[in-house]
Each structure stands twice: as structure tokens, then as C-alpha cells.
T-cell receptor, first 114, second 114 residues
Framework: GAGVSQSPRYKVAKRGQDVALRCDPI?????LFWYQQALGQGPEFLTY????????KSGLPSDRFFAERPEGSVSTLKIQRTQQEDSAVYLC????????????FGPGTRLTVT | AQKVTQAQTEISVVEKEDVTLDCVYE???????LFWYKQPPSGELVFLIR??????QNEISGRYSWNFQKSTSSFNFTITASQVVDSAVYFC???????????FGAGTRLFVKA
């Protein structure tokens, strides 16, 4: 079946612009995660959804970052007034059940803020 | 607090050599889950294995094996008879049953030369 998809794959934004990154998880997966991966680093947790409920947003670096999953499937990560330090790969992952099970990752969106 | 340490930044081996990737973790929970993921040059993380804290049995899957030792808080990964296709970045990760985050280590980049 189809895996996790993310769009766009690449995004270049000028500093101060707003961006929206989309994640389509595997159908039927309850859990959805967003991560930020800087060059040469491991994924850093941003936020976690169980269906439409955002149960943990402790990893969001500032109030410029906002995530939603209104119908418990597709999720959007929005970054307002982008800064250069936001440049990274944003990964989405989904899991069949709870957060303690294996995650299936999308290809990521590479965001470059100029 | 949760922490995952992968002290080896890069390892280079010649094909057919065995190689062990180290992972040391910290957690206060008694119930937790450990994972290994592979990130090939294409970029998409791929799940390799999941262990829970109550199962210290070592596991072997083909050329891959994992050694989980609670006494030393380690979950090491060995590739036997390495192949060029094993070249990738490998991440160790930890999820606590009482939370929603997954914490990743910084990764170990493995180069397997022909």
C-alpha cells in the first residue's frame, strides 16, 4: 500500500514568509508525529497526534510553529514568519497504534529559509 | 529525562567486515521501548527493530543482530559480513510508555567500502 507522503518535497522561503507543510499518513494509522532534522543530526521531536488530538506539542520550538490534524488523517505543520534557523528537513511519521510502536516515515520536506 | 547517545559519529569498514554500532540510553521509566532505524542516502528512515524493556533476549535477523543489556543501558547493533548496501546513517531511538515522545540519537554514519 501507499506509504507516508509529504509535500512539498522542497520549499524555499524568504525570511518572514509563512509556510505550510503537508503530511499524508498511511491510511488507518492512529498516531502521527512531526520531527525536525537538522543537517547531520537525528530527528528532533516536534509534536504528536493521536487521531485528531494533539497530545504532545512540547517539541515545537516557538509559538511560530503550529500543527493540526483536524480529521485525524492529513496533518499540516505551519511555520509563521520563518527565520533562517528554521531551515531543516521536516519529517512526518505515522504509526498504526500508539506511539510505542514502529513509525513509518515520509521522505521529508527540505525547508530552506533565505 | 530521556536521552540517547550514539558516541560513534562515523564508522568506515571494508565489505565483509563485521561492525557494531553502539547505543546508550537514559530513562527513568521502567517500561520503555528501544528502536533502530536506518536512513539510506535517499533520506527516508526505515524501521529495523523494536524492543521493550522487559525483553532482554538478543535478536538476530539475517546479518543483523541486536544486543540489549539493561545493566549497562545499552542496545547495540551488529552487522555481520557488511555489504556496500549497508552504507547509511543508523539511528537508535527511545520511547517511554508513559509519554508520547520518541527521542533519537545523533546517528552513526556507516561507510562500507567495496
Amino acid at each position: 500500500g501507499a506509504g507516508v507522503s509529504q509535500s512539498p518535497r522542497y520549499k524555499v522561503a524568504k525570511r518572514g514568509q509563512d509556510v505550510a507543510l503537508r503530511c499524508d499518513p498511511i491510511s488507518g494509522h492512529v498516531s502521527l508525529f512531526w520531527y525536525q532534522q537538522a543537517l547531520g543530526q537525528g530527528p528532533e521531536f516536534l509534536t504528536y497526534f493521536q487521531n485528531e488530538a494533539q497530545l504532545d506539542k512540547s517539541g515545537l520550538p516557538s509559538d511560530r510553529f503550529f500543527a493540526e490534524r483536524p480529521e485525524g488523517s492529513v496533518s499540516t505543520l505551519k511555520i509563521q514568519r520563518t527565520q533562517q534557523e528554521d531551515s531543516a528537513v521536516y519529517l512526518c511519521a505515522s504509526s498504526l497504534a500508539l506511539q510505542i510502536y514502529e513509525q513509518y516515515f515520509g521522505p521529508g520536506t527540505r525547508l530552506t529559509v533565505t | 529525562a530521556q536521552k540517547v547517545t550514539q558516541a560513534q559519529t562515523e564508522i568506515s569498514v571494508v565489505e565483509k567486515e563485521d561492525v557494531t554500532l553502539d547505543c546508550v540510553y537514559e530513562t527513568r521509566d521502567t517500561t520503555y521501548y528501544l528502536f533502530w532505524y536506518k536512513q539510506p542516502p535517499s533520506g527516508e528512515l526505515v524501521f529495523l527493530i523494536r524492543r521493550n524493556s522487559f525483553d532482554e533476549q538478543n535478536e538476530i535477523s539475517g546479518r543483523y543482530s541486536w544486543n540489549f543489556q539493561k545493566s549497562t543501558s545499552s542496545f547495540n547493533f551488529t552487522i555481520t559480513a557488511s555489504q556496500v548496501v549497508d552504507s547509511a546513517v543508523y539511528f537508535c531511538a527511545l520511547s517511554e510508555a508513559g509519554g508520547f515522545k520518541t527521542i533519537f540519537g545523533a546517528g552513526t554514519r556507516l561507510f562500507v567500502k567495496a
